[in-house]
């Protein structure tokens, strides 16, 4: 059982979204002590957005992050000789952190989950059916860039599911992504979401697919959350 006082919390530059992966190459002792910990108790861990600062211990004191953020599992885990770890993590469920506290060697939290709550259905249904076709146009101008073709876009049937989904696909900043996972209430979030499908630019090709952020050289690795997302909801040829 989670103890919602004592929850490892893994500041990141992404925002994780519920059922939504984040790929992560783990190599600084004290979030490798986590991930093994996590992986011996079968528990989470949470992410959340680093605002200022960094994460990186050379002094400088612990970064300015999110006060909401979501909890991560591990799905697949590979420790490399040299002690690294590659993994594989999704959200499930999201939180307000609450308090923090340095007396382990990575920062923990005390958390209380956040209850969605859905909102007008009529409004959401009419919702739901626009931005699954935005979405398929944006996806249908970002393969044509790769000179491809989108054989099946696979989106979640449920609304505040499809709301996570095509945020985390988005490529927007992460102070938006932010917004979005605070949301509290599914019709708005996906009000929102649909407001920025028809605003975005045309897509870039290369970042979204294929690109991955390398972040400090100190931190953990990152390939690009929308990129992860993007490959789990898009069949190609």
């Known amino acids: 059982m989670l103890d919602l006082e004592r929850v490892p919390i893994f500041p990141l530059q992404a925002v994780l979204f519920p059922g939504t992966s984040i790929p992560l190459n783990i190599f600084e002792a004290r979030y490798t002590q986590m991930v093994e910990e996590c992986l011996a108790a079968n528990s989470p861990f949470g992410v959340v957005l680093i605002v200022e600062g960094t994460d990186v211990d050379d002094g400088s004191g612990p970064p300015v992050i999110s006060s909401v953020g979501c909890l991560a599992r591990i799905s697949r885990s590979d420790k490399l000789d040299d002690g690294r770890y590659y993994i594989e993590a999704t959200g499930s469920t999201r939180f307000i952190l609450e308090e923090t506290s340095t007396g382990s060697p990575y920062l923990t939290g005390r958390i209380t989950p956040i209850e969605e709550e859905a909102g007008d259905p009529v409004q959401i249904d009419n919702l739901c059916r626009g931005i699954r076709g935005q979405f398929r146009k944006y996806i249908v101008k970002l393969f044509k860039k790769l000179n491809r073709t989108v054989s099946t876009i696979q989106l979640p049937e449920d609304p ?14 992460l102070a938006e992504k932010q917004k979005l996972l605070e949301m509290r209430r599914t019709d708005e979030r996906l009000a929102r979401v649909s407001e920025l499908l028809r605003s975005q630019p045309d897509p870039v090709a290369t970042p979204i697919i294929e690109g991955e952020q390398g972040g400090d050289p100190q931190g953990p690795t990152i390939k690009r959350v929308s990129a992860k997302t993007l490959r789990s909801l898009v069949s190609r040829n």
């Open 160 to 173: 505040t599911s499809l709301s996570f989904a095509v945020a985390g696909a988005m490529e927007i900043s």
